[in-house]
T-cell receptor
């Protein structure tokens, strides 16, 4: 199984809503990532979890709150978002202990903030 | 932090011709350089990667070269086909033990293969 599964595929939310994005992998990867991708732009790293602990936070606003409840799951909790937060949110996973390994991406959640 | 530049931003080639995309990076600690292909509305998918201890790697019609001294690496696609049309991203990463990868992506190249 080389799949990273993200739910939902599409999400429309208001600026006062609270929602969560979910990501799951069963490859035994202990590093998981959240990326944000705007149209015609490259993915931008938001957060990295290593062994279920937050290891990198790329100065992301607090309205985005990541959570890694176990080694297979990664969530991104959303609250009080702005329309400019509309984007494709990609989850990825990779090994941690091996040097330089491939990151597998999920299909993404396309988020629209209205 | 790492900065990755990529050229050209758009590239059109005739079917059967070769395509070359070039990237430069700034952080000498970067030691892993993957290339991703992203079709419209789909996830990025790894097509080839190269590690810092290797100068060149080839997989069928795709090859990547790395010049660590000059801090640049290139993607070469030969005998291009219409299904090669997509956006290609290079990336650079410096692995740190127990921290995972901090991939930084280039801005992307939109490749169009004309039949």
């Amino acid at each position: 199984d080389t799949e990273v599964t993200q739910t939902p595929k599409h999400l429309v939310m208001g600026m006062t809503n609270k929602k969560s994005l979910k990501c799951e992998q069963h490859m035994g990867h202990r590093a998981m990532y959240w990326y944000k991708q705007k149209a015609k732009k490259p993915p931008e790293l938001m957060f990295v979890y290593s062994y279920e602990k937050l290891s990198i936070n790329e100065s992301v606003p607090s309205r985005f709150s990541p959570e890694c409840p176990n080694s297979s799951l990664l969530n991104l909790h959303l609250h009080a978002l702005q329309p400019e937060d509309s984007a494709l949110y990609l989850c990825a996973s990779s090994q941690v202990s091996a040097v330089n390994t491939e990151a597998f991406f999920g299909q993404g959640t396309r988020l629209t903030v209205v | 932090g790492e900065n990755v530049e990529q050229h050209p931003s758009t590239l059109s080639v005739q079917e059967g011709d070769s395509a070359v995309i070039k990237c430069t990076y700034s952080d000498s600690a970067s030691n892993y350089f993957p290339w991703y292909k992203q079709e419209l509305g789909k996830r990025p998918q790894l097509i080839i990667d190269i590690r810092s201890n290797v100068g060149e790697k080839k997989d069928q019609r795709i090859a990547v070269t790395l010049n660590k001294t000059a801090k640049h690496f290139s993607l070469h696609i030969t005998e291009t086909q219409p299904e090669d049309s997509a956006v290609y991203f290079c990336a650079a990463s410096a692995h740190r033990n127990n921290y995972g990868q901090n991939f930084v992506f280039g801005p992307g190249t939109r490749l169009s293969v004309l039949p």
